[in-house]
């Protein structure tokens, strides 16, 4: 099981982006193209605000959104960003948003032959 030990993963952000349903795939595979290693989570989520229109035409914003969380490396963190920013056209009115979030410290279960290829690269 475990001999207490934690391994914490400090050079780390959460990327998190918050999308129309439809497009959540697309966050995940614009990740994927730039070399994101993910491990994500994705939840739905429905707006409590006032519903307005943009723009001359009128066009209802959807209350529906997935929200997409995903660690990413520090070093990474722009490109994936940025990729995601691109890939879903976040300067569209209502599309969505995204944002970065610096985390101190994260833990969870790492394999020893990880950590000790690790350690060997010291």
């Known amino acids: 099981m475990s001999d207490n030990n934690i391994t914490y993963i400090t050079d780390v952000s959460m990327l998190t982006c918050v999308v129309e349903s439809r497009f959540s795939e697309d966050v995940l ?22 519903r307005e229109r943009f723009g001359i035409l009128g066009i209802a914003i959807d209350a529906e959104k997935e929200i997409i969380q995903m660690m990413v490396a520090s070093e990474q963190q722009d490109i994936v960003y940025d990729a995601i920013y691109r890939a879903v056209d976040l300067d569209v009115p209502g599309r969505g948003y995204i944002y970065l979030t610096p985390m101190i410290k994260a833990s969870t279960y790492i394999p020893k032959s990880v950590l000790t290829k690790l350690d060997e690269n010291k």
């Open 29 to 50: 595979k614009a990740a994927r193209s730039v070399g994101a290693k993910l491990g994500c989570t994705s939840h739905n989520a429905k707006g409590l605000g006032v």
